[in-house]
């Protein structure tokens, strides 16, 4: 599988912004952002299709959330703003290279065979 190293996370004021990477070790098919706070269940905040490209965005975070990508470093950006107490968790990323027919991003944990190791982001109030 491949490697994918995250960055970004860190202490931020409601208000603040962050920016999260991760940068995968080779070609991949999706790329996703999930999140997990203690005691609740992991969430699909969006992601990637390389080709054809598509992006996408869950909407409990549109608005202030975006993501981009950067082919030639084969890296996934979250970019992150107006961030809320709510949005503590740890931000995982996900990769898979398996070809799919289905067009646009997966929002399936099962779809998702590589992850990083994530990176805290806390908001404070």
């Known amino acids: 599988q491949v490697q994918l190293v995250e960055s970004g996370g860190g202490l931020v004021q409601a208000g603040g912004s962050l920016r999260l990477s991760c940068a995968a070790s080779g070609r991949t098919v999706l790329m996703g952002w999930f999140r997990q706070a203690p005691g609740k269940e992991r969430e699909f905040v969006g992601g990637i299709r390389w080709s054809p490209a598509s992006t996408y965005v869950a909407d409990s975070v549109k608005g202030r959330f975006t993501i981009s990508r950067d082919n030639a470093k084969n890296t996934m950006y979250l970019q992150m703003n107006n961030l809320e107490p709510e949005d503590t968790a740890v931000y995982y990323c996900?990769?898979?290279?398996?070809?799919?027919?289905?067009?646009?991003?997966?929002?399936?944990?099962?779809?998702?065979?590589?992850w990083g190791q994530g990176t805290q982001v806390t908001v404070s109030s």
């Open positions: 996900a990769a898979d290279s398996k070809f799919r027919i289905a067009p646009g991003v997966s929002g399936r944990i099962d779809d998702y065979s590589s």
